[in-house]
């Protein structure tokens, strides 16, 4: 592996998800047990002032995340994620996984500590840092 200074500073390649669909998010919802309407019961949202979309739920957000980091390092890449949800994401919508190498945590075993986003247009709405094992050599 060369010098992994040459990482720091490098936009991580983006991966968007085009129209979150509102099915995907009830079937989730039924996987997880999670009994919180506003994931599945358009009615719910209205009431709350969010219209008649449902909310994705942060693990889906956080796996747009992980997606992103393993198509560009593979599958065992991912050592450590920390995640803080800023807004919510609603069906329909399009969102684009992003994030930037900070800073090389250990050279000996090819660890780097990156910043990761999912934003929705300019909006960041998840942010965090991912400790990733770099198995693939390229920056470009």
């Given amino acids: 592996m ?5 990482y720091i500073g490098f936009d991580l390649p983006t991966l968007e998800v085009n129209l979150i669909d509102p099915q995907k998010m009830k079937t989730m919802a039924a996987l997880l047990r999670d009994p919180y309407p506003v994931h599945w019961d358009q009615n719910a949202n209205e009431s709350l002032g ?3 979309r ?5 693990p889906l957000n956080l796996s747009y ?5 393993m198509e560009w390092q593979g599958p065992t890449c991912i050592k450590r994620l920390k995640a803080k949800f800023l807004k919510p994401v609603f069906d329909g919508e399009t969102v684009v996984a992003g994030g930037k190498v900070l800073d090389v945590l250990e050279e000996s075993s090819s660890r ?5 986003w999912l934003s929705r ?5 998840l942010t965090g840092e991912a400790e990733i094992i770099v198995t ?3 920056t470009d």
């Fill in 2 to 6: 060369s010098d992994l200074s040459s």
């Fill in 121 to 125: 247009g300019d909006e960041i709405v």
């Fill in 112 to 116: 780097i500590l990156c910043q990761i």
């Fill in 136 to 138: 693939k050599e390229e």
């Fill in 54 to 58: 449902v909310i994705n739920q942060g």
């Fill in 50 to 52: 969010f219209g008649n």
């Fill in 65 to 69: 995340i992980a997606n992103m980091l």
